[in-house]
């Protein structure tokens, strides 16, 4: 594929994704997509990779969240694929970017993985790190707030090692979220790049729990 082929079939998928995802949560919308791809272009730099199916599968890594979708983990795979059999772009091609969008999510961090690749590393590493810092936190209690979860409930304790069916069903608090997903990305990371990326965003939620607490107890 020529580069100006890759062009256009970039160009087609965000327009399909912009599309599809126009009233979406708003830390899964477009927003979160692009965030992701510009996470992803920046840490494939650093790494021997398949530049198109990463930037591919960045777009559409969140096509169907199955958070939207009653839990199936089907939908994304499936909507990417018939998407992509509309675009010149090869059945390798097509298979793979299909099995990151099938693979790229946390769920509890407990799944067993089916597939591998360095491409799955970058894109899987490019989403778990719009989960930290400060645009994770954001996210955080705005699901939180969609979902009309309680911020905090110190009687409710964070549950770790769900299984992914566990960590779907899960009502828990928001501040729950940080002890069962967000504190354990940074040592989950891949590439060397979002290793050094992830410990900021780390070190800045740790600082943020910190004041949380201290306000929630009427200590400052």
Known sequence: MSKAEEIVVIENTIAFVKKELWNAEGGHDWF???RVYKNACLLAEGEEVNTLVVKLAALLHDIAD????GGDDTIGPEKTARFLSSQKISEEGKTHIVNIVANVSFKGG???K???S???EVVQDADRLD???AIGIARTFNYGGFKNRKLYNPAIPPQLGMTPSEYKASTAPTLNHFYEKLLLLK???NTETAKIIAQERHNFME???EQFYAEWNGER
């Open 32 to 34: 979160h997509i692009e």
């Open 66 to 69: 199955s958070k939207f979708h």
């Open 110 to 112: 407990n799944a067993q």
């Open 114 to 116: 089916t597939f591998h």
């Open 118 to 120: 360095k491409e799955l």
């Open 131 to 133: 989960a930290m810092g």
């Open 187 to 189: 040592d989950q990371m």
């Open 207 to 209: 600082q943020f729990l």
